[in-house]
């Protein structure tokens, strides 16, 4: 069982990213003061698709580029999920 007197919920904002809806989730966290720790994918999609090559190496085949930043991201979405308490999941039209 969670003890929220000692540790903040692990919440996991996961899903569409093409608007602020977990921007405004942090805000009304915030303002309520809520012991809640947010996380979720990287949403900046340079950062992602890059984030294997800044940290394992450049790759000149756009392919292997990919492949460390999608494998990347899987190891990172995999741990976040894992230790979440709570998972939410926003779908939207795309």
Known sequence: ???????????????????????????????????????????????????GAMILGSEEDPFWHDRKGAGLNAIRTRTLLERADVVVVRFAGK
Do not use: F, K, N
């Open 1 to 51: 069982m969670h003890d929220t007197r000692t540790t903040p919920w692990s919440v996991y904002l996961a899903g569409e990213i093409h608007s602020d809806w977990r921007e405004r989730i942090a805000a009304g966290v915030e303002r309520a003061g809520l012991p809640v720790e947010l996380t979720g994918p990287v949403t900046d999609h340079a950062l992602s698709d890059d984030a």
